[in-house]
């Protein structure tokens, strides 16, 4: 096509990761496979200059198709709202996970937004993109929906019999990773999950997306993909994107074949994946992927309350998690868990069950855990039960649906305003910044444990000793979150966060908190002399930019 530009924009989705978008990615190499001319546009939020990227080359056929997420939804369509509004630009369109829910809504509400592309992009995309060229759109492309330029009434969402499969598509466009200065990096070997978590997002776009059960990547595909990135861009740690990476025995032989393509094409990568508690693979299967390079487990443990486990569908028997544990620990491959301590129907006595949880499986350090409640994802079984229990306004807009539900205990509502507080008001980026300076010394103690055994061994006191803080910061971290919930049984959260007990907390963390910062330094500069800096490279650095 010779008229028609596109801009494929997006914001960086977590810290953990690349800051580059599977989805977008994907999107982009099969715009171009179809002879479209696209680029891919990052936004970093502490980049002055990033959103020039948009503007570079563009006339009045370009079109930018974004993706917004629940983080960064505002300061997306404000800019988008601008740019439509000097008419800088032919159309803009959404597409992605947190659009495809939310059409109905943005549609209503963002009157300069030009249509949503819902499900998986690429081939709605290439149609949308050719009758534009060809100026026959007339809103009956299927697979999203769409506004009429001359009276603005939106269209009928007509669903797509979606025809490629995985195997089918590119691999994705890798331009952001060229310029990240990590050797991570994120793929996917498959789409879809089977699942049904109360909570989730994905079980909804899988229907969406035609796909009953996963679309799987063939295994040799997945480990071409790893080849040349490895390759080609000097990748060394690969993180799964898929909802799940092995999701019971029919997976057995798939995964057993990308672990022996590795080996067999002597690969010396490490990745990370994501797995349920239950089922949980074999310790054959296990061990076939420790020896192909799994070091980290993103686990979804959820919750340790029964009830919180029965609202979200989760079968995981008490005591689970500290047996995978165990086994995981016996490779030294990290585990990093999902755990929801906040939820509408959540007593003030479950979260003191959960905090104590926590605490005994060593886990306490991860203070975001207790930062964020629940997100509320449209038309889940979650959101019908709130609305059944009226605990949200079936009406909310996609502004506000996203924490827009009452606490059925008004106590558990103070606590987390308390909490809220304490930790994101007053201490701020000290609050993140310890849980990720916990989080990767943890991570790459396990790597060296594992990969670079004599270096270890020199830096095993320097270990000691941080994890002798880190304990110290989180039993401060304990005392303060017990005492706080025996306070609020009877007193308010502004009483509490005036009392001596908050102050003395936030005191004390505050003097912790830089001795920690200086033995995690202390840490990471050492290891980033061995190797040419190559372990270092594979951690996240935990904040926006990415040169």
């Excluded at 007339?138 to 769409?146: A, R």
Aim: net charge positive.
């Amino acid at each position: 096509m010779k008229n028609i530009n596109v801009k494929l924009v997006f914001y960086r989705t977590l810290f953990s990761q690349s800051a580059a978008s599977v989805t977008m990615g994907s999107l982009s190499a099969f715009l171009s496979n179809n002879k479209i001319k696209n680029n891919l546009v990052l936004l970093e939020k502490n980049n002055f200059h990033s959103i020039e990227s948009i503007f570079e080359n563009i006339h009045s056929k370009t079109v930018i198709i974004a993706k917004p997420n629940f983080k960064d939804y505002y300061q997306m369509f404000q800019l988008l709202s601008e740019i439509k509004k000097h008419n800088l630009v032919n159309k803009i369109f959404l597409c992605g996970p947190y659009a495809s829910l939310n059409y109905n809504s943005l549609m209503k509400e963002l009157k300069w937004l030009d249509g949503v592309i819902i499900g998986n992009a690429e081939e709605t995309a290439v149609e949308l993109l050719e009758l534009l060229e060809k100026r026959t759109f007339n809103c009956n492309c299927p697979g999203g929906v769409w506004r009429n330029s001359k009276n603005g009434i939106v269209s009928a969402y007509y669903p797509r019999k979606y025809k490629l499969k995985l195997n089918n598509l590119p691999f994705p466009d890798r331009t952001i990773e060229k310029h990240e200065n990590g050797s991570y990096i994120n793929i996917e070997a498959s789409r879809g999950c089977p699942g049904a978590c109360s909570f989730c997002h994905i079980p909804l776009l899988s229907k969406l997306n035609g796909i009953n059960n996963v679309d799987y990547r063939d295994p040799l595909l997945v480990v071409d993909e790893i080849e040349f990135l490895f390759k080609n861009l000097g990748k060394k740690l690969f993180i799964f994107n898929d909802s799940c990476f092995w999701r019971g025995h029919n997976d057995d032989k798939r995964i057993l074949k990308i672990c022996s393509e590795i080996k067999k094409r002597k690969l010396p990568i490490k990745f990370y994946i994501y797995l349920k508690c239950s089922p949980f693979p074999s310790d054959d299967i296990l061990k076939k992927m420790v020896e192909s390079g799994l070091v980290r487990v993103f686990l979804g443990v959820e919750n340790h309350s029964q009830t919180s486990k029965t609202l979200f569908n989760k079968k995981i028997k008490d005591g689970t998690y500290e047996l995978i544990k165990e086994r995981l620990d016996k490779y030294h491959v990290n585990v990093h868990i999902g755990f929801i301590i906040f939820e509408p129907y959540t007593s003030i006595n479950e979260v003191s069950k959960n905090i104590k949880y926590l605490k005994k499986i060593g886990k306490l350090f991860r203070i975001g855990v207790f930062l964020e409640e629940v997100r509320i994802i449209p038309y889940s079984i979650l959101h019908k039960k709130l609305i059944k229990d009226g605990l949200i306004n079936k009406s909310l807009s996609y502004k506000d649906i996203t924490y827009g539900y009452k606490f059925r205990d008004k106590k558990t509502e103070e606590y987390y305003k308390l909490i809220k507080e304490v930790f994101s008001a007053i201490l701020k980026e000290q609050s993140y910044e310890f849980e990720y300076y916990c989080t990767t010394v943890g991570l790459i103690k396990d790597i060296l444990y594992r990969f670079d055994n004599k270096n270890f061994k020199k830096l095993n006191e320097d270990f000691l000793e941080f994890k002798l803080y880190q304990d110290k910061i989180e039993k401060l971290i304990y005392v303060f979150l017990i005492k706080s919930i025996k306070s609020i049984k009877t007193l308010d959260a502004n009483k509490i966060i005036k009392e001596k007990t908050s102050s003395f907390f936030i005191r004390d963390f505050n003097k912790l908190y830089y001795t920690i910062k200086v033995k995690y330094a202390n840490i990471f500069s050492k290891i980033n002399q061995i190797n040419n800096g190559e372990y270092v490279k594979l951690i996240y650095s935990g904040y926006e930019q990415i040169k």
